[in-house]
């Protein structure tokens, strides 16, 4: 663990709650997404995390650049997945503001994948996983029956959703049958050798520089049962939020090189991130290709790609 990204224990956790909401940014057009090879992308979409929405016009201005952003593209994109922790408080304005810019901008993600991070459960599980799944049944047409995750197909690629089906502070609670549902929709999912995307809000344990950079950040106990499973199949991308970590050297790895099992820490939207590149409104979005993925981290608030000396500004990985 290099110096530049240790911290003391609870220096992340405050800084991840306290974000700020007095600036408003607009998005610019003068340099709109551009695929690598647009007419041979066989999926595309973009990540986004901890957005922290508070009831608040500014914030849901923010948010909203977004949206703007990828429809001043002449890219078309099938869906947005939104890692986690969509409000800051869990009240229920704040998920009626960020529900507004996704039911205003269907056009621009046809699809939208959400799934609850600690914020949006810690004060108030029942009530707001319930608010959260009956979104994503709308958005998505399914019935998730009162479940915290789900599985979706989009184009012959399937993405899974997992999360916590308890009340926690920081990490996540999985039960051996939602393991046990990941484990099918992963065999089903990578049948026909493609990858496969799975997304949660916490990341797995010792990964991404964890426990070093937050003591708390990891997904729980059921960390390592998880991980074990996906790493069973090939080309599976794993996707969390949560660590507010920017883009760093931490930002991608592998779980199991050979399946070709990697992890992506998506960078937290609402407010500056915590090492390398730091700036709010960053995310990634996905080209997904016939023989890889290639990831491109964007400012979706500012409009511009993130510049930096970082290897996962830009990346891609070869599917086996």
Not at 236 to 246: A, E, Q, R, S, T
């Given at each position: 663990m290099s110096?530049?990204?240790?911290?003391?224990?609870y220096?992340?956790?405050?800084?991840?709650?306290?974000?700020?909401y007095?600036?408003?940014?607009d998005?610019?057009k003068?340099n709109?997404?551009?695929?690598k090879d647009s007419e041979?992308?066989?999926?595309?979409?973009?990540?986004?995390?901890?957005?922290?929405?508070?009831d608040n016009e500014?914030?849901?201005?923010n948010?909203?650049n977004v949206?703007?952003?990828?429809?001043?593209?002449?890219?078309?994109?099938?869906a947005?997945l939104?890692a986690?922790?969509?409000a800051?408080?869990?009240?229920?304005?704040?998920?009626?503001?960020?529900?507004?810019?996704?039911?205003?901008?269907?056009?621009?993600?046809?699809?939208?994948?959400?799934?609850?991070?600690?914020?949006?459960?810690r004060?108030?599980?029942k009530r707001n996983?319930?608010?959260?799944?009956?979104k994503?049944?709308?958005?998505?047409?399914?019935?998730?029956n009162?479940?915290?995750y789900?599985s979706?197909?989009?184009?012959g690629y399937?993405f899974?959703?997992?999360g916590?089906e308890?009340r926690v502070l920081?990490?996540?609670?999985?039960?051996?049958e939602?393991?046990?549902f990941?484990d099918?929709?992963?065999q089903?999912?990578t049948k026909?050798?493609k990858?496969?995307f799975v997304m949660?809000?916490?990341?797995?344990q010792?990964t991404?520089?964890?426990?070093?950079v937050?003591?708390?950040?990891?997904?729980?106990?059921?960390?390592?049962?998880?991980?074990?499973v996906?790493e069973k199949?090939k080309?599976?991308i794993?996707i969390n939020?949560h660590?507010h970590?920017g883009?760093?050297e931490k930002?991608?790895e592998?779980?199991?090189k050979?399946?070709?099992?990697?992890s992506?820490s998506?960078p937290?939207y609402?407010?500056?991130?915590?090492?390398g590149?730091k700036?709010?409104?960053?995310g990634?979005?996905?080209?997904?290709y016939?023989d890889?993925i290639?990831f491109v981290?964007?400012n979706?608030?500012?409009?511009?790609?993130?510049?930096?000396?970082?290897?996962?500004?830009?990346?891609?990985?070869?599917?086996?």
């Amino acid at each position: 663990m290099s110096e530049s990204i240790f911290i003391t224990k609870y220096v992340a956790q405050l800084k991840a709650l306290s974000p700020k909401y007095d600036v408003v940014y607009d998005v610019s057009k003068e340099n709109p997404i551009v695929f690598k090879d647009s007419e041979n992308v066989k999926l595309s979409f973009a990540m986004i995390a901890d957005t922290h929405l508070i009831d608040n016009e500014i914030a849901e201005k923010n948010l909203a650049n977004v949206f703007e952003d990828v429809r001043n593209s002449e890219e078309k994109f099938d869906a947005l997945l939104m890692a986690g922790d969509i409000a800051e408080y869990g009240k229920k304005k704040e998920y009626q503001r960020f529900f507004r810019a996704v039911d205003e901008n269907k056009d621009v993600f046809p699809h939208v994948f959400l799934t609850m991070g600690n914020h949006d459960v810690r004060f108030q599980y029942k009530r707001n996983q319930k608010i959260i799944m009956d979104k994503v049944n709308e958005c998505l047409g399914i019935n998730t029956n009162g479940k915290s995750y789900y599985s979706y197909d989009i184009k012959g690629y399937t993405f899974i959703v997992i999360g916590t089906e308890k009340r926690v502070l920081e990490k996540a609670h999985i039960t051996q049958e939602q393991i046990d549902f990941l484990d099918r929709e992963l065999q089903r999912g990578t049948k026909d050798g493609k990858p496969v995307f799975v997304m949660c809000h916490q990341a797995f344990q010792e990964t991404h520089g964890l426990p070093e950079v937050w003591k708390t950040g990891d997904m729980g106990e059921q960390s390592d049962q998880v991980r074990a499973v996906m790493e069973k199949y090939k080309n599976v991308i794993f996707i969390n939020g949560h660590l507010h970590g920017g883009i760093y050297e931490k930002t991608f790895e592998y779980l199991n090189k050979e399946n070709n099992v990697c992890s992506l820490s998506v960078p937290g939207y609402r407010k500056e991130n915590n090492f390398g590149i730091k700036p709010c409104g960053m995310g990634y979005y996905a080209e997904v290709y016939s023989d890889k993925i290639v990831f491109v981290a964007r400012n979706f608030m500012f409009g511009e790609y993130v510049k930096g000396d970082c290897e996962f500004v830009e990346f891609e990985i070869q599917l086996i």
